[in-house]
């Protein structure tokens, strides 16, 4: 008892996100619970309070989840998931091709802020997907280059460096047409709001 209590302090501790951003009552509870003397009452103490913290985050998560969706709904095929979405880009803009992508992040961070402006513990994690595929006509972004401008999309975007990470995932597979002919190469990011809880599965 006294070893699972133990640890759930050394959890509270380790999260200063977490509770951070939990309600000053659960704060309370976790300074209350590890003051209790008795093993059985200071585990079941913290347990309360890490189901109290945690219902509370599913419910900012779902908040979340409901203002993407107002602030999205006229972006067919944005929302991949009640806390994530795609910026769909080509690099066949040759006109604005060195700055395009950079700003449609940009663009997309600034929503996602005005959307969940109330809404406390979130960040952005970013994952790019360059092109796999070099089309006959056209020249699609490689991943080193969504990479690069979409740091200069974040960084302009006026949230915290601390508040996001931009990644390089693996190449995109290319859409197709139904006689396997090469649609377009499908580069595109996917940007995902983290550090809440879990939404409902509907």
């Excluded at 759930?8 to 590890?34: E, G, K, Q, S």
Aim: glycine share 10%; charged share 25%.
């Amino acid at each position: 008892m006294f070893f699972r209590s133990t640890v759930l302090l050394a959890l509270f501790a380790a999260a200063p996100v977490l509770v951070a951003t939990a309600h000053a009552d659960i704060r309370n509870d976790i300074a209350r619970c590890a003051g209790i003397s008795d093993d059985g009452a200071r585990l079941q103490c913290f347990d309360n309070a890490a189901a109290a913290m945690q219902a509370e985050r599913n419910a900012a998560a779902s908040r979340a989840a409901e203002a993407l969706k107002r602030e999205f709904r006229f972006d067919r095929g944005a929302l991949t998931g009640p806390l994530s979405l795609r910026v769909n880009v080509s690099g066949n803009l040759v006109l604005s091709r060195d700055t395009a992508a950079g700003r449609e992040v940009e663009e997309t961070a600034r929503r996602i802020g005005k959307a969940l402006g109330d809404i406390d513990g979130w960040s952005l994690s970013i994952v790019v997907h360059g092109g796999k595929v070099a089309l006959s006509r056209g020249n699609p972004y490689s991943g080193g280059e969504l990479l690069a401008q979409s740091r200069a999309g974040m960084a302009r975007s006026g949230l915290p460096e601390d508040r996001y990470t931009v990644a390089l995932g693996p190449d995109a597979e290319p859409e197709l047409w139904d006689d396997g002919r090469v649609r377009n190469a499908n580069e595109h990011i996917d940007i995902e709001i983290v550090g809440l809880g879990e939404t409902p599965t509907r």
